[in-house]
């Protein structure tokens, strides 16, 4: 059973940092691509970041692009995300989700972390 | 970067159809995947490449996309129905590679 526990999350000032982790198992994770969503309030769920499974190649959502960056260690089955110069509006329960096999579509998702940011 | 629309509720009576609509520019060229989000749990693949059901889906959901507009239809909505629904199209033209509605939330009479 495909298994994805997000950590990480917490209280944070505008413009501080957080990094976030996500433990796979339950399949080859060094084998999938892997993505960050995140579900704020007002936005419903939002796609922030893409990963290959070799760490080739990457986007961004224009929102995080130049913040965020994604990473993964495919020897500890792990997904990150360092979040930096964080903002109010980056509130909001963070998920790693996992692609189907065609990529097209997220088929697997975690519980979510909740980040806050406020004064 | 591509645009995806959605009424933002949609009310419906136990037992009868529910009809959740997904609107963008020629959507039907592409394809359409659908996630329900229940309150406090993660999102389920709902309806994947417009109109297959993920294994464990209830035979109750399906899916249809052709023009500008693609569809969820959930017959005889029981309680246990009721959720945020989004749908999600691959842009393949931009980095923004994941693009989801805002959402509609189907609420059971």
């Known amino acids: 059973e495909v298994q994805l526990v997000e950590s990480g999350g917490g209280f944070v000032e505008p413009g501080g940092s957080l990094r976030l982790s996500c433990a796979a198992s339950g399949f080859t994770f060094s084998s999938d691509a892997m993505n960050w969503v995140r579900r704020t309030p007002g936005k419903g769920l939002e796609w922030l970041s893409y990963?290959?499974?070799?760490?080739?190649?990457?986007y961004y959502a224009d929102s995080v692009k130049g913040r965020f960056t994604i990473s993964r260690d495919n020897a500890k089955n792990s997904l990150y995300l360092q979040m930096s110069s964080l903002r109010a509006e980056d509130t909001a329960l963070y998920y790693c989700?996992?692609?189907?096999?065609?990529?097209?579509?997220?088929?697997?998702w975690g519980q979510g972390t909740l980040v806050t940011v406020s004064s | 970067s591509y645009v995806l629309t959605q009424a933002p509720s949609v009310s419906v009576a136990p037992g009868e159809t529910a009809r959740i609509t997904c609107g963008g520019d020629?959507?039907?060229?592409?394809?359409v995947h659908w996630y329900q989000q229940k309150s406090g749990q993660a999102p389920v693949l709902v309806i994947h490449?417009?109109?297959d059901r993920p294994s464990g889906i209830p035979a109750r959901f399906s899916g249809f996309n052709s023009g500008n507009a693609a569809t969820l239809i959930i017959t005889r909505v029981e309680a246990g129905d009721e959720a945020d629904y989004y749908c999600q199209v691959w842009d393949s033209r931009s980095d923004q590679r994941y693009v989801f509605g805002p959402g509609t939330k189907v609420t059971v009479l």
């Open positions: 020629n959507v039907g060229s592409k394809n």
């Open positions: 990963i290959s499974s070799s760490s080739n190649t990457i």
């Open positions: 490449y417009d109109d």
């Open positions: 989700a996992r692609p189907g096999p065609r990529l097209y579509d997220l088929d697997s």
